[in-house]
């Protein structure tokens, strides 16, 4: 953009990411049982296991037989403490998020 990164360092205080997802349509979602190999490909511990159901889509009139209506946005949000490292230094993108992750 042109911009000093001197400038940025002082003006920035987070940076945010926005996604879009879609929603399950409340009238026709279905609950489920997921098996082990669903739950452990998600990273929940195996205590768990027993106490989750998941929700899926099914189809109704009210979605247009797609199974969402709507959407949901999700954020993460990194707030800026003290010096980050620059992309004009050829950094890798896994070097940005463990800096971040050695930060807190």
Request: glycine residues 10%; aromatic residues 8%.
């Amino acid at each position: 953009m042109g911009v000093d990164p001197g400038l940025i360092a002082t003006s920035l205080n987070c940076i945010v990411a926005q996604r879009l997802a879609r929603k399950l349509c409340d009238s026709c979602r279905e609950s489920y049982v997921p098996d082990k190999d669903e739950l452990a490909a998600v990273g929940l511990p195996e205590f768990e296991y027993a106490h989750t159901h998941l929700f899926r889509p099914a189809g109704c009139e009210a979605c247009a037989f797609t199974g969402y209506s709507g959407r949901v946005g999700l954020f993460e949000v990194m707030p800026i403490r003290g010096e980050i490292p620059w992309p004009d230094r050829a950094l890798h993108r896994g070097d940005l998020r463990r800096s971040r992750l050695t930060a807190g």
